[in-house]
């Protein structure tokens, strides 16, 4: 299982040159009508990757939960400007290199989201068999005492002490 500061690392590290020139290449996609929309895909990414950026500096590190869910929108507008920019090359003037970068980009943003969303699939499974194993010792005490083995529930002594 992959930890969250490994995860943010690993997106840092691929998101953060990517993303650079991305926005290099943004004013001149923006010069023909109706290109503004690309520019608005892209400012949301550097949003998306200024906070994985600055959760990775923080003391508190993401937890696969919240990797899993920001890589997911940071993917899910990855594919809305791979869609925009492949739609409107031409009419944008958007070099084809920009758009194989972004492309390159984006895999690498849903590889490392499907192993944050994995490791959040492998907790839970985790903690429902832990819930099960605790149903089927009758809800007792697991470190001792309180199981059917020694002697059923717990009790407490006593008189004086």
Do not use: Y
Request: charged share 15%.
């Amino acid at each position: 299982m992959m930890t969250s500061s490994k995860i943010a690392s690993g997106v840092i590290a691929t998101l953060g040159l990517a993303a650079a020139s991305l926005f290099d290449a943004a004013p001149a996609a923006a010069q023909a009508t109706g290109c503004e929309q690309i520019q608005k895909l892209l400012a949301e990414r550097q949003a998306i990757v200024a906070s994985l950026n600055s959760s990775s500096r923080s003391k508190q590190k993401l937890t696969p939960a919240q990797a899993c869910s920001t890589l997911g929108r940071l993917v899910g507008n990855g594919n809305a400007a791979l869609k925009f920019a492949s739609a409107n090359q031409d009419w944008c003037q958007i070099p084809a290199s920009f758009v194989d970068g972004l492309k390159v980009d984006n895999d690498k943003a849903a590889g490392i989201r499907n192993n944050a969303c994995n490791a959040v699939k492998q907790q839970a499974a985790m903690q429902k068999r832990a819930q099960q194993q605790a149903q089927q010792q009758g809800g007792g005490n697991p470190f001792g005492g309180a199981d059917s083995i020694t002697g059923g529930s717990l009790r407490i002594p006593q008189g004086a002490l």
